[in-house]
């Protein structure tokens, strides 16, 4: 495995969705992609869905990291709408054969295409691009770890975190908010003002209302968080009226 095991368990778990397979190439599919990631020591499981239940497919609260579909025109009709509404995040694999339509055609972002007829030689290799790619996510998290003093705040974003610095760049992480905040209690100056939004307080230019001002952008405070935060912005400004950014 080599370098891989550098990378192990960059997700706590992996989700994959497998839709619109005959049982032949779904068992194929399931093997293929599920000993590829497991060579690169990727916690994964693997959820089939059936056509009743591809409203699945669409809802906010149902994440997945990898969608394969086994393509047709008539699934490009039905699922058209629920695939253009998927969270950007989500990699898109699909199965074709010399009678299938590109999804690009109905304005779907697709990572990969492999054959049908030829799944064993086709897919493993996009599955092993993907898996490289998302891996990277754990040297952009140490990399992070080494900018926390330019962290301006982090946003929720479906389940992953935006990570926003003074220089009005931002990084994706997929982590909890609520791990995040207790990795950066250390450093005294972070400090949850919504359930999506962790604020550094070195960099809130002001308060206005229930909006936190940063870098020019008003960030909301929940009410039962607002009094609270007030006071200890109030009390960090005191102690820190001298550190320059």
Do not use: W
């Not at 199965?95 to 086709?122: H, L, P, Q, W």
């Not at 770890?145 to 992480?173: C, D, G, P, Q, R």
């Amino acid at each position: 495995m080599g370098d891989y095991q550098k990378k192990r368990n960059i997700f706590d778990i992996s989700y994959h969705y497998l839709y619109n397979f005959d049982k032949n190439e779904l068992e194929e599919v399931k093997e293929i992609v599920n000993n590829e990631l497991c060579n690169m020591e990727i916690i994964n499981e693997i959820v089939v869905i059936s056509k009743e239940d591809k409203e699945r497919l669409g809802r906010a609260d149902d994440f997945f990291n990898i969608l394969i579909i086994g393509n047709s025109f008539d699934i490009l009709v039905e699922l058209e709408h629920t695939l253009q509404n998927i969270s950007h995040y989500t990699k898109i694999i699909i199965g074709i054969d010399e009678r299938s339509f590109a999804m690009s055609d109905f304005g779907i972002k697709v990572y990969g295409y492999f054959m049908k007829n030829t799944i064993k030689e086709s897919l493993p290799q996009i599955i092993r691009n993907l898996a490289d790619k998302l891996t990277n996510e754990d040297d952009d998290k140490k990399q992070i770890k080494k900018l926390i003093n330019e962290i301006t705040y982090i946003s929720v974003e479906h389940i992953y975190l935006v990570v926003h610095f003074k220089n009005m760049t931002a990084k994706i992480i997929r982590k909890t908010l609520k791990s995040v905040e207790e990795e950066l209690k250390m450093y005294g100056c972070f400090i949850k003002i919504h359930k999506s939004c962790l604020v550094n307080m070195k960099y809130v230019d002001d308060v206005i209302g229930n909006k936190a001002i940063i870098n020019g952008k008003e960030i909301d405070i929940s009410t039962r968080r607002l009094k609270m935060f007030k006071d200890i912005y109030h009390n960090y400004q005191m102690n820190n009226r001298k550190l320059d950014r």
